[in-house]
């Protein structure tokens, strides 16, 4: 069980900081779909792909003392930032090993946009479909936040670039 409590702390430990909740599930989302070995169970939310699971994980972790929690107020809304604590480095002395290509994927998707990332995991949500059909998808999906074909081919592109950098690539 704790193992995968272990994998988000070594996940926001590589990140060297984790900002913004929507970030963080979707870069979840995303590095287990470049099949990483990340077990929280993912359903279509109103801002993609979104895990309940790794909701409780990380409280989980921040009442253990592994992560800290930070709260920054940005007018509108506020903005979540997660980083591992000395408890939770020494937590991560447990681990298993990150598997050798995951630094490279988090470090591409920490350099994104939270929107960004949310179509692209839209977009792999439905991954299963030709792209014409998903592109239909997160038109009707994400209707409001209007992607525009250049977005859409760039998260495509993102996708592959990421897929080479995968597990089983």
């Not at 913004?20 to 993609?48: N, S, V």
């Not at 809304?77 to 980083?83: A, F, G, K």
């Amino acid at each position: 069980m704790l193992q995968e409590h272990a994998r988000i702390v070594q996940f926001i430990a590589m990140a060297g900081e984790a900002r913004g909740r929507k970030k963080l599930q979707k870069m979840i989302y995303i590095a287990k779909k470049m099949d990483f070995p990340f077990a929280e169970k993912y359903e279509l939310h109103m801002y993609g792909p979104y895990s309940e699971e790794l909701t409780l994980r990380v409280e989980e972790l921040c009442e253990m003392g592994f992560l800290k929690e930070s709260c920054t107020d940005k007018g509108s809304y506020v903005q979540y930032s997660y980083n591992v604590t000395e408890e939770g480095g020494r937590f991560l002395e447990t681990a298993a090993a990150p598997h050798e290509k995951l630094a490279d994927c988090i470090d591409r998707l920490n350099g994104k946009s939270s929107r960004f990332l949310e179509l692209v995991s839209t977009l792999l949500y439905f991954d299963y479909l030709p792209k014409d059909e998903q592109i239909a998808k997160v038109r009707i999906v994400k209707n409001k936040l209007n992607f525009t074909d250049d977005e859409m081919q760039d998260a495509f592109d993102f996708i592959a670039e990421l897929q080479a950098c995968s597990v089983v690539a």
